[in-house]
């Protein structure tokens, strides 16, 4: 099977994660998806982020090959977005080029804003800080130790 296991795990999760945020561009895309899927699933690092701190041409070398050399149930879930390689032909390759995904913009006095590439517009703007109230909630459920009713906020969320 090509791929070793982290690889094959790790990439099919970041690229369906940039998968993702092309299907919820409106929502907000790439900073929506990683708010979602970064600390509510135990990340410290989630997982576009993950994608650009890699380099969106490493990214996109490893998903190719998966996808060339398999053809499973998971195969589509290896299909770089088209976005993605709009970036990688701009050079625009990640934290190592300085923007990709995302970028740091440092002020005059030195301080840093995290910028994040809007799909829809093909401009970087800035990021925003998604807050989901049926997290908090079940944030709150856990640190009592009920988890029954934190599960219940998740599946009954309709947000």
Request: glycine fraction near 8%; proline fraction near 4%; avoid cysteine.
């Amino acid at each position: 099977m090509p791929a070793f296991l982290g690889n094959r795990i790790g990439f099919y999760v970041m690229n369906e994660a940039l998968q993702y945020a092309e299907r919820y561009a409106d929502n907000g895309g790439i900073d929506y998806v990683d708010a979602l899927l970064g600390p509510f699933t135990g990340r410290t690092m989630p997982p576009i982020t993950t994608a650009d701190f890699a380099g969106l041409d490493v990214h996109k070398a490893i998903v190719d090959n998966i996808y060339e050399n398999t053809n499973d149930y998971v195969h589509e879930k290896f299909v770089l977005p088209d976005y993605v390689q709009k970036l990688i032909d701009q050079k625009k390759l990640g934290r190592k080029s300085g923007e990709g995904l995302y970028k740091f913009i440092k002020n005059g006095s030195g301080d840093k804003r995290m910028m994040v590439y809007d799909i829809k517009l093909g401009i970087y703007r800035d990021e925003i800080k998604y807050t989901f109230p049926f997290a908090l909630q079940m944030k709150q459920y856990l640190r009592d130790g009920d988890y029954d009713d934190a599960i219940r906020v998740l599946i009954n969320n309709k947000s």
